[in-house]
Every structure is written in C-alpha cells, then in structure tokens.
T-cell receptor, first 112, second 115 residues
Framework: AQSVAQPEDQVNVAEGNPLTVKCTYS??????LFWYVQYPNRGLQFLLK??????LVKGSYGFEAEFNKSQTSFHLKKPSALVSDSALYFC??????????FGQGTTLQVKP | EPEVTQTPSHQVTQMGQEVILRCVPI?????FYWYRQILGQKVEFLVS????????KSEIFDDQFSVERPDGSNFTLKIRSTKLEDSAMYFC?????????????FGPGTRLTVL
C-alpha cells in the first residue's frame, strides 16, 4: 500500500536561512508526489508536484523539491525562509485514479 | 482566482442526526473529492466522484455516507446518522481531470462536531 511519511512534526528556522521539510514515500511503480501548504483558516494550497523528468521541481512562492528515487524522498526546500512561510506543510502521493495519500504534516515555524 | 468554497465552516450536531456538508467546486472542474481529518490524525480520502457517479471510495465511506451533485454547482456529502467518531474536519476538493498527476484544489474545510 502507498504511504507517505514526514518524520518531523515541526521545523524551526530563522528568517533568511534555508529550510528543508522532509518527506519519504513508499509507492509501487512511478510515484506522483505533491506538496501542499495550509495556512490558518484556509484550504490546502498546491505548491508543486513531481510527475516525471527533472528531479528538481520548482513551485510557488520560491519553493522547490528534490525527488530522489534511491532514497525514496521528496524533500521540500527554500533557499531563504520568510516569516510568512510559517504554515502546515503536507507531502502527498497520488494513485493513478487521483486518490491522495497524505503525510501527517509538518509545522514550519520561521522566526524573525 | 477561482477557489473551492465550503459551507458551513463549523457544524455542531447531536449523535444520530443527519448532516449535509456543502461544497462549490471550481466551475470548470469535472472531478470531485471528499477527505476528512480527525484531530491529530492524517488527512484521509473518503470518495471521488465523476459524471454523477462515485469513482472510488474508501473503507470509511460506508452506507452512512452519500454524495450528490444536486445541480450544476454544488457537491454535497451527507452523513445519515452521525456518530461521535465522525467528528472531524471535512475537506472538499476538485480537479480538471481525474488522473493521478493532476493537482486537486481544496476548500477551507467544514469542522463537524458530533455531541
């Protein structure tokens, strides 16, 4: 069965520093992987996705993610964090039929 | 920018009562979904819907649950006889196509509290 793991409940980083939010996946076949972000009282917002091709995927708000097949990872990164990046981040995989499987979420706290 | 909307934002009900959660997907989207998140747990898939039919459903989506697209804009989730364990945040989502590589667009959620 497909699964996604986010090993950190919370990540703390200072504004201006690089950030990484970790994700590993267990998927048979070729994975479809996504990152979504949730701000308070807002819906889940799509950030980026990996389908195939280049292992480095660029997305919204300066975020990027690196797909690593050998390590079955899809870590979310940003070179310079902003206070406004503070939110709940979900790593998600998708079945061929569009059923989404969520990680447990990681709270990102960026401090000024 | 078009967005998915959900009403109400918070619903409180007594155990055994019926509830209907409403969603308005993005207008040109054809595939619709419901997910739920019980407090402290992962977001879980409930059901997908296309062309007025259920495409896929999870084990959670038993006979107490039903979905409907009553008109050209709304997409509803009905729980016939609510249980305490139905208390959760319910998210509606929509996508243009149903293939796994298409991103889904989510509403802000409805928090259901069953007393």
């Amino acid at each position: 069965a497909q699964s996604v793991a986010q090993p950190e409940d919370q990540v703390n980083v200072a504004e201006g520093n690089p950030l990484t939010v970790k994700c590993t996946y267990s998927v048979s076949g070729n994975p479809y992987l996504f990152w979504y972000v949730q701000y308070p009282n807002r819906g889940l917002q799509f950030l980026l996705k990996y389908i195939t091709g280049d292992n480095l995927v660029k997305g919204s708000y300066g975020f990027e993610a690196e797909f690593n097949k050998s390590q079955t990872s899809f870590h979310l990164k940003k070179p310079s964090a902003l206070v406004s990046d503070s939110a709940l981040y979900f790593c998600v995989s998708s079945s061929n039929t569009g059923k989404l499987i969520f990680g447990q979420g990681t709270t990102l706290q960026v401090k000024p | 920018e078009p967005e998915v909307t959900q009403t109400p934002s918070h619903q409180v009900t007594q155990m055994g009562q019926e509830v209907i959660l409403r969603c308005v997907p993005i207008s040109n989207h054809l595939y619709f979904y419901w997910y739920r998140q019980i407090l402290g747990q992962k977001v879980e898939f409930l059901v997908s819907f296309y062309n007025n039919e259920i495409s896929e459903k999870s084990e959670i989506f038993d006979d107490q649950f039903s979905v409907e697209r009553p008109d050209g804009s709304n997409f509803t989730l009905k729980i016939r006889s609510t249980k305490l364990e139905d208390s959760a945040m319910y998210f509606c989502a929509s996508s243009i196509q149903g293939a796994g590589y298409n991103e889904q667009f989510f509403g802000p959620g409805t928090r259901l509290t069953v007393l």
